[in-house]
Protein backbone atom coordinates (compact mmCIF):
# COMPACT_ATOMS: atom_id res chain seq x y z
CA UNK A 1 0.00 0.00 0.00
CA UNK A 2 1.39 3.35 -0.98
CA UNK A 3 1.01 5.52 2.13
CA UNK A 4 1.48 8.62 0.49
CA UNK A 5 -1.63 8.80 -0.57
CA UNK A 6 -2.62 8.88 3.09
CA UNK A 7 -3.15 11.77 5.22
CA UNK A 8 -1.03 12.59 8.30
CA UNK A 9 -1.56 14.53 11.95
CA UNK A 10 1.94 15.24 13.74
CA UNK A 11 1.58 17.40 16.39
CA UNK A 12 5.07 19.07 18.01
CA UNK A 13 5.00 19.98 21.26
CA UNK A 14 7.77 21.42 23.59
CA UNK A 15 8.20 24.42 25.86
CA UNK A 16 9.00 27.70 24.90
CA UNK A 17 12.43 27.99 23.06
CA UNK A 18 12.61 24.09 22.73
CA UNK A 19 13.27 24.15 18.72
CA UNK A 20 9.94 23.26 17.28
CA UNK A 21 9.29 25.58 14.50
CA UNK A 22 12.98 24.69 13.35
CA UNK A 23 12.41 21.43 13.94
CA UNK A 24 9.28 21.42 11.72
CA UNK A 25 10.58 23.52 8.72
CA UNK A 26 13.61 20.58 8.93
CA UNK A 27 11.21 17.73 8.89
CA UNK A 28 8.91 19.20 6.27
CA UNK A 29 11.88 20.05 4.22
CA UNK A 30 12.52 16.03 4.09
CA UNK A 31 9.32 14.80 3.34
CA UNK A 32 8.78 17.30 0.60
CA UNK A 33 11.94 15.91 -0.76
CA UNK A 34 10.51 12.10 -0.60
CA UNK A 35 7.43 13.70 -2.33
CA UNK A 36 4.68 14.02 0.54
CA UNK A 37 2.31 17.09 0.21
CA UNK A 38 3.12 19.00 3.85
CA UNK A 39 1.33 21.19 5.69
CA UNK A 40 2.66 23.46 7.85
CA UNK A 41 0.31 25.04 10.36
CA UNK A 42 0.31 26.07 14.01
CA UNK A 43 -1.40 27.61 17.26
CA UNK A 44 -2.61 30.04 18.55
CA UNK A 45 -3.62 29.97 14.82
CA UNK A 46 -3.52 33.12 12.69
CA UNK A 47 -7.33 33.88 12.20
CA UNK A 48 -9.38 35.91 14.43
CA UNK A 49 -9.27 33.69 17.71
CA UNK A 50 -5.91 33.18 18.02
CA UNK A 51 -5.10 37.10 17.00
CA UNK A 52 -7.24 37.95 20.30
CA UNK A 53 -5.09 34.74 21.99
CA UNK A 54 -1.57 36.33 21.12
CA UNK A 55 -3.07 39.99 22.19
CA UNK A 56 -3.89 38.90 25.66
CA UNK A 57 -0.46 36.48 25.93
CA UNK A 58 1.78 39.85 24.56
CA UNK A 59 -0.44 41.82 27.50
CA UNK A 60 -1.94 44.12 25.19
CA UNK A 61 -5.75 42.92 26.27
CA UNK A 62 -5.71 42.26 29.93
CA UNK A 63 -7.78 38.67 30.66
CA UNK A 64 -8.03 35.70 32.80
CA UNK A 65 -6.66 32.54 32.38
CA UNK A 66 -10.00 30.50 32.36
CA UNK A 67 -11.08 32.77 29.32
CA UNK A 68 -7.69 31.99 27.55
CA UNK A 69 -7.84 28.47 28.13
CA UNK A 70 -11.55 28.63 27.08
CA UNK A 71 -10.31 30.31 23.56
CA UNK A 72 -7.24 28.36 23.18
CA UNK A 73 -10.21 24.87 22.47
CA UNK A 74 -12.42 27.58 20.51
CA UNK A 75 -9.38 28.20 18.38
CA UNK A 76 -8.53 24.80 17.95
CA UNK A 77 -12.04 23.63 16.96
CA UNK A 78 -11.84 26.72 14.39
CA UNK A 79 -8.27 25.22 13.20
CA UNK A 80 -9.40 21.33 11.92
CA UNK A 81 -13.24 22.70 10.94
CA UNK A 82 -12.83 25.65 8.61
CA UNK A 83 -13.47 25.94 5.51
CA UNK A 84 -10.58 27.35 3.82
CA UNK A 85 -7.82 26.16 5.60
CA UNK A 86 -8.94 23.12 8.36
CA UNK A 87 -6.81 20.47 9.74
CA UNK A 88 -9.64 17.45 9.10
CA UNK A 89 -9.58 18.70 5.44
CA UNK A 90 -6.13 18.99 4.38
CA UNK A 91 -5.50 15.50 5.98
CA UNK A 92 -8.48 13.78 4.41
CA UNK A 93 -7.14 15.45 0.97
CA UNK A 94 -3.41 13.43 1.53
CA UNK A 95 -1.47 16.08 2.89
CA UNK A 96 1.35 15.53 6.28
CA UNK A 97 -0.04 18.37 8.53
CA UNK A 98 2.83 19.18 10.75
CA UNK A 99 1.23 21.49 13.67
CA UNK A 100 3.65 23.66 16.31
CA UNK A 101 1.77 22.83 19.31
CA UNK A 102 -2.17 21.58 19.79
CA UNK A 103 -3.97 20.09 22.43
CA UNK A 104 -1.25 19.07 25.10
CA UNK A 105 -0.43 23.01 25.29
CA UNK A 106 -3.21 23.51 26.73
CA UNK A 107 -2.96 20.56 29.32
CA UNK A 108 0.56 21.88 30.04
CA UNK A 109 0.06 25.47 30.28
CA UNK A 110 -3.35 26.08 31.60
CA UNK A 111 -3.29 23.25 34.29
CA UNK A 112 -1.13 25.86 36.09
CA UNK A 113 -4.21 27.79 36.98
CA UNK A 114 -7.07 25.22 37.28
CA UNK A 115 -7.50 21.40 36.81
CA UNK A 116 -6.31 19.49 33.87
CA UNK A 117 -9.55 17.45 33.71
CA UNK A 118 -11.26 20.50 33.03
CA UNK A 119 -9.09 21.22 30.11
CA UNK A 120 -9.05 17.68 28.53
CA UNK A 121 -12.97 18.03 28.88
CA UNK A 122 -12.73 20.98 27.18
CA UNK A 123 -10.86 19.99 24.20
CA UNK A 124 -12.64 16.92 24.32
CA UNK A 125 -14.14 17.64 20.89
CA UNK A 126 -11.15 18.54 19.55
CA UNK A 127 -9.85 15.23 20.53
CA UNK A 128 -12.66 13.38 18.85
CA UNK A 129 -12.54 15.56 15.40
CA UNK A 130 -8.65 14.64 14.93
CA UNK A 131 -6.28 12.83 17.32
CA UNK A 132 -2.80 13.07 15.89
CA UNK A 133 -1.28 10.13 14.36
CA UNK A 134 1.88 11.01 17.12
CA UNK A 135 2.66 14.15 19.40
CA UNK A 136 6.30 14.96 19.20
CA UNK A 137 7.56 16.14 22.46
CA UNK A 138 11.06 18.00 22.45
CA UNK A 139 12.22 17.57 25.79
CA UNK A 140 15.10 20.38 26.29
CA UNK A 141 16.00 21.90 29.94
CA UNK A 142 14.25 24.81 30.75
CA UNK A 143 16.86 26.97 31.54
CA UNK A 144 18.63 26.42 27.91
CA UNK A 145 15.17 27.45 26.45
CA UNK A 146 15.30 30.42 28.47
CA UNK A 147 18.58 31.30 27.68
CA UNK A 148 17.64 30.86 23.78
CA UNK A 149 14.63 33.00 24.70
CA UNK A 150 16.49 35.82 26.40
CA UNK A 151 19.25 35.75 23.64
CA UNK A 152 17.00 36.10 20.49
CA UNK A 153 13.79 38.17 21.49
CA UNK A 154 13.56 41.68 23.31
CA UNK A 155 10.35 41.35 24.53
CA UNK A 156 8.92 38.19 26.31
CA UNK A 157 5.31 36.93 26.48
CA UNK A 158 3.19 35.99 29.16
CA UNK A 159 4.61 32.00 29.65
CA UNK A 160 8.07 33.06 29.05
CA UNK A 161 9.86 32.69 32.64
CA UNK A 162 12.05 30.02 33.84
CA UNK A 163 9.80 29.15 37.15
CA UNK A 164 6.60 28.48 34.55
CA UNK A 165 8.34 26.74 31.69
CA UNK A 166 9.46 24.08 34.53
CA UNK A 167 6.01 23.47 35.58
CA UNK A 168 4.80 23.89 32.11
CA UNK A 169 6.95 20.51 31.33
CA UNK A 170 6.30 18.75 34.40
CA UNK A 171 2.76 19.50 33.23
CA UNK A 172 3.38 17.78 29.94
CA UNK A 173 4.72 14.94 31.50
CA UNK A 174 1.47 14.36 33.35
CA UNK A 175 -0.74 14.57 30.88
CA UNK A 176 1.34 11.98 28.81
CA UNK A 177 0.97 10.08 31.83
CA UNK A 178 -2.92 10.59 32.44
CA UNK A 179 -3.44 9.78 28.26
CA UNK A 180 -0.95 6.99 27.70
CA UNK A 181 -3.94 4.71 26.95
CA UNK A 182 -5.33 6.96 24.62
CA UNK A 183 -2.86 8.94 22.51
CA UNK A 184 0.65 8.08 20.89
CA UNK A 185 3.26 10.26 22.10
CA UNK A 186 6.94 10.24 21.57
CA UNK A 187 9.21 11.62 23.64
CA UNK A 188 12.53 13.36 21.99
CA UNK A 189 16.11 14.09 24.07
CA UNK A 190 16.05 17.51 22.57
CA UNK A 191 19.31 18.62 24.22
CA UNK A 192 21.86 17.21 21.60
CA UNK A 193 22.82 19.04 18.60
CA UNK A 194 20.04 20.69 16.11
CA UNK A 195 20.69 17.80 13.36
CA UNK A 196 20.76 14.84 15.84
CA UNK A 197 16.97 16.01 17.17
CA UNK A 198 15.92 15.87 13.77
CA UNK A 199 17.20 12.65 12.94
CA UNK A 200 15.71 11.48 15.95
CA UNK A 201 12.28 13.31 15.40
CA UNK A 202 12.71 11.42 11.52
CA UNK A 203 13.12 8.48 12.75
CA UNK A 204 9.63 8.67 14.76
CA UNK A 205 7.85 10.23 11.99
CA UNK A 206 9.30 7.43 9.92
CA UNK A 207 6.63 4.93 12.33
CA UNK A 208 3.83 6.74 11.04
CA UNK A 209 4.87 7.03 7.98
CA UNK A 210 6.52 5.66 4.82
CA UNK A 211 9.40 8.19 4.07
CA UNK A 212 11.88 6.89 1.01
P1 LIG B 1 4.39 29.62 20.74
O1 LIG B 1 4.47 28.30 20.13
O2 LIG B 1 5.49 29.98 21.66
O3 LIG B 1 4.24 30.69 19.60
P2 LIG B 1 5.27 31.79 19.09
O4 LIG B 1 6.68 31.22 19.26
O5 LIG B 1 4.89 31.95 17.67
O6 LIG B 1 5.00 32.99 19.95
O7 LIG B 1 2.98 29.78 21.49
C1 LIG B 1 2.65 30.95 22.18
C2 LIG B 1 2.26 30.64 23.61
O8 LIG B 1 0.97 30.07 23.67
C3 LIG B 1 3.20 29.68 24.31
O9 LIG B 1 3.71 30.31 25.48
C4 LIG B 1 2.31 28.54 24.73
C5 LIG B 1 0.93 29.13 24.73
N1 LIG B 1 -0.16 28.16 24.51
C6 LIG B 1 -1.07 27.90 25.53
O10 LIG B 1 -0.95 28.45 26.63
N2 LIG B 1 -2.11 27.04 25.32
C7 LIG B 1 -2.29 26.41 24.14
O11 LIG B 1 -3.27 25.64 23.99
C8 LIG B 1 -1.35 26.68 23.08
C9 LIG B 1 -1.53 26.04 21.73
C10 LIG B 1 -0.29 27.56 23.31
Request: aromatic fraction near 10%; include cysteine.
Amino acid sequence: MDNKTNGRFIVFEGIDGSGKSTQIKQISRRLKISGYTVYSTFEPTDGPIGSLIRQMLSGELATDQRTIASLFAADRTDHLVNMENGIRHKVDQGAVVLCDRYYFSSYAYHAQYMDMEWVIHANSLNADILRPDVTIFIDVDPKICFERIKNSRSSFEMYEKIDIMKKVRTNYFKAFDALKGLETIAVIDGNSTMEAVENTILNEVKKVIKIS
